[in-house]
């Protein structure tokens, strides 16, 4: 098995190169951080979960047309994306008051939000990630016009499509956090979803009980996030089925050659 390059180490993954020119490999890890790597633990199991989230939530929004960086799942806690130049934004989307909109301007949590607000982070630890305006983003060229529309754009619509995602499995869909990336083709770029979208980056809560299914069972000491994350999963349909694969490391060689072996044609 050939040797893989790491490229980035982050909190809760890892990049390595990818087979093939433009790919990276995400790995999955179980370690949590919160408050700006301040709370540091682990959450048994996560990475598995995430990465299987993640696929579904991708793979579906491809299919509405959202172009993202998701290639395929390669096994439990691996997947081949396209490699992107990171826009350095986190982009937040809520719907309902909670963490720090709340504590911001003295919202209560729980409390519905007139319309959903689009927020935008300078991706900055240093810095602790602070809130920015369009201002900032378009003064420091952190982003263009165009690619500022196409990202509130595609926030919103993945913000619809997940609020009914999550509906129909009796979830909340109170925030998130997405990140985006450019692909260039010649002199030409657009922007695509990147990162991941899991209970690591979602605030969800029971549509009944309002009990918390996400990282802030972590982040507020609540216990229970291993079985919370299990449970978004499990009601997402992920937790049966033929995705028990055994969490090995990318075979490389077989990889490649799997990619220069032409698919079939089909029969007349
Ligand atoms: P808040 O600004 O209220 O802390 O977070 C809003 C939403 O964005 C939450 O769903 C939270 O999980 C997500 N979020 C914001 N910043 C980060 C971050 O640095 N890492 C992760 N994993 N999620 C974040």
């Known amino acids: 098995m050939s040797r893989r ?3 980035y180490e ?3 993954k890892i990049l390595y190169e990818g087979p093939e020119p433009g790919t990276i490999i995400q790995y999955f890890k179980d370690d949590a951080t919160a408050f700006n790597a301040q709370k540091k633990g682990t959450i048994n199991g996560k990475g598995v979960i995430n990465n299987r989230i993640s ?3 991708f793979t579906r929004l491809a299919h509405i047309g959202i172009p993202t960086h998701f290639i395929r799942r390669l096994n439990m806690r691996e997947q081949l994306v396209r490699q992107v130049e990171i826009i350095p934004l986190e982009v937040v989307v809520r719907n309902v008051a909670a963490g720090s909109i709340a504590k911001r301007l003295g919202i209560e949590e729980g409390e519905m939000l007139p319309h959903t607000i689009i927020e935008y982070y300078l991706k900055d630890d240093a810095l602790g990630d602070p ?3 369009e201002e900032h983003i378009a003064a420091f060229n952190w982003a263009g016009h165009d690619e ?3 990202i509130a754009a595609m926030a919103i619509r993945v913000n619809d499509f997940m609020c009914g995602m999550f509906a129909a499995i009796g979830i909340r869909l109170i925030d998130f956090k997405l990140e985006f990336g450019r692909i260039y083709d010649g002199d030409y770029s657009r922007v695509i979803l990147a990162d991941e979208i899991s209970p690591d980056n979602c605030r969800l ?3 009944t009980t309002n009990e918390k299914l996400d990282k802030d069972r972590f982040r507020r000491d609540m216990g229970g996030e291993e079985e919370a994350y299990q449970e978004v999963a499990r009601r997402m349909g992920l937790l049966n089925g033929e ?3 055994p969490g090995e490391v990318l075979d490389m060689d077989a990889h490649r050659s ?3 072996t032409p698919a079939p044609k089909p029969k007349k």
Do not use: C, P, T, Y
């Open 10 to 12: 982050g909190k809760a």
């Open 148 to 150: 500022m529309q196409d």
């Open 131 to 133: 809130m920015v305006a």
């Open 5 to 7: 390059r790491q490229i």
């Open 243 to 245: 995705d028990n694969s």
């Open 258 to 260: 799997r990619l220069r």
């Open 205 to 207: 809560w029971d549509f």
């Open 55 to 57: 696929e579904h939530v």
